[in-house]
């Protein structure tokens, strides 16, 4: 109900960045599995990426993301865009050394390819297990959520808040982020015993009950 809220603002041009918090395997991935499935109707965009551990490539994510919307078989092509798609897959591997971080023209380059695809229709980009994201994809997406209110976008990112402490690489970067006022966050809680049971009981409804040890056990084992 919450990401379906900050669609419709979207699409009215009030668009945000949520990130969808929680440890391992609580259901991050299927929730915006989900929801993307509600997002691909009408002149709607969707683009999705990752951030992979130890791959830290700068800007990867981003590159993808456009390098979709750029592939998509009903958009028009855009030669501004196409030639920042070339431009990012050469630039990215210039990160290797310590404290590259790519700002001005090309942080606006991007950003203005995203506003570009936003005038044809609501864009929504996913990206997820930002946790693992680079310095530079960190960056962008600071400078990015600054310029999302009064736009047809919404930026949907999952990430484990589990892995985000003092020991993280990227910690000041990541509560730059997080501090953005069109930055907002839903976390994602284990679901309690009360309602594995009751799932679990509308799934087994046209089969014999299930004993109260086996419910126990289900509950310890799936946590």
Same mark, same amino acid.
């Given at each position: ?11 009215? /041009?009030?668009? /945000? ?8 395997? +609580? ?24 951030? !992979? ?19 998509? %078989?009903?958009? +028009? ?14 630039? @990215?591997?210039? %990160? ?7 700002? /001005? ?14 005038? @044809? %229709? ?7 297990? +930002? ?19 009064? =736009?047809?976008?919404?930026? +949907? ?6 892995? !985000? ?26 679901? =309690? ?31």
């Amino acid at each position: 109900e919450q990401l379906a809220a900050l669609r419709h603002a979207a699409g009215d /041009g009030h668009g /945000g960045m949520v990130l969808l918090a929680g440890e391992p395997g +609580v259901g991050k991935s299927r929730l915006l599995a989900e929801f993307a499935t509600t997002v691909t109707s009408g002149r709607s965009a969707l683009a999705s990426s990752r951030c !992979v551990e130890f791959v830290q490539t700068p800007l990867a994510p981003l590159h993808e993301l456009l390098t979709q919307l750029e592939r998509r %078989g009903n958009a +028009v092509r855009d030669p501004i865009i196409r030639t920042l798609v070339e431009r990012l897959a050469f630039e @990215r591997n210039a %990160g290797a050394e310590p404290g590259w971080l790519p700002e /001005g023209s090309l942080f606006e380059s991007i950003d203005g390819a995203f506003a570009r695809y936003a005038q @044809r %229709g609501t864009l929504f980009l996913a990206l997820e297990d +930002v946790h693992w994201a680079d310095r530079s994809t960190l960056a962008f997406l600071t400078y990015f959520a600054e310029r999302l209110e009064r =736009r047809r976008i919404l930026f +949907v990112a999952t990430y484990r808040d589990d892995e !985000v402490e003092l020991a993280h690489p990227n910690l000041s970067e990541f509560s730059a982020l997080l501090s953005k006022s069109a930055v907002s966050t839903i976390s994602l809680a284990p679901m =309690r015993e009360s309602t594995i049971r009751a799932l679990v009981e509308h799934l087994t409804l046209r089969s014999p009950a299930l004993s109260s040890t086996t419910l126990t056990e289900i509950v310890r084992r799936s946590q």
